[in-house]
């Protein structure tokens, strides 16, 4: 039963252009959603996160947008660059737990 | 500051063989973790411990076993490897103190079981 899901295994976007990546959820209880970044050989590092709270949080070119109505967040990479090609992971966390559950990540290649 | 380590980098065992993966972390956290990564699967939570002392079960933790050392030290031991545990395995820690911890991961252990 995957509580965390993410749909698009890959997804390639031209340099200078939006990036979307989105992330789905089954469980009402979340309430903190995080996105990772992970490289090659790498382990997975903190990018942006946002309460439930919350609807949108931006940081630099990264903005979180979360729909708890259809329980969907997504993050959006405003301009995209060659060096976000990654693997992004979303993650959601309930409070009073110690357990993120992650997606299943979904690839990124920015062309130049 | 190293931030979360881990050794080793790559492992082969074969199958029905010990081994303990290391993990410690110089940022005084409160809580560690074990993930690991299989294609398609995302990560997974294996164990954590959630203050020094303590441990528990994660998603997955058949086959495994854990102890925390002590505040920096979190080890994963497999007592007889199995093919199905080949996988990318990755320790984290987090400050624990708050419902909003961000979670720092080690460079990861690549495990091959034959």
């Known amino acids: 039963d995957q509580q965390v899901k993410q749909n698009s295994p890959s997804l390639s976007v031209q340099e200078g252009r939006i990036s979307i990546l989105n992330c789905d959820y089954t469980n009402s209880m979340f309430d903190y959603f995080l996105w990772y970044k992970k490289y090659p050989a790498e382990g997975p590092t903190f990018l942006i996160s946002i309460s439930s709270i919350k609807d949108k949080n931006e940081d630099g070119r990264f903005t979180v947008f979360l729909n708890k109505s259809a329980k969907h967040l997504s993050l959006h990479i405003v301009p995209s660059q060659p060096g976000d090609s990654a693997v992004y992971f979303c993650?959601?966390?309930?409070?009073?737990?110690?357990?993120?559950?992650f997606g299943t990540g979904t690839r990124l290649k920015v062309l130049a | 500051n190293a931030g979360v380590t881990q050794t080793p980098k790559f492992q082969v065992l074969k199958t029905g063989q010990s081994m303990t993966l290391q993990c410690a972390q110089d940022m005084n956290h409160n809580s560690m973790y074990w993930y690991r990564q299989d294609p398609g699967m995302g990560l997974r939570l294996i164990y954590y411990s959630a203050s020094e002392g303590t441990t528990d079960k994660g998603e997955v933790p058949n086959g495994y076993n854990v102890s925390r050392l002590n505040k920096r030290e979190f080890s994963l031991r497999l007592e007889s490897a199995a093919p199905s545990q080949t996988s990318v395995y990755f320790c984290?820690?987090?400050?624990?103190?708050?419902?909003?911890?961000?979670?720092?991961f080690g460079p990861g252990t690549r495990l091959t079981v034959l």
């Open positions: 984290a820690s987090s400050d624990g103190r708050t419902g909003t911890d961000t979670q720092y």
């Open positions: 993650a959601a966390w309930t409070s009073g737990t110690y357990k993120y559950i």
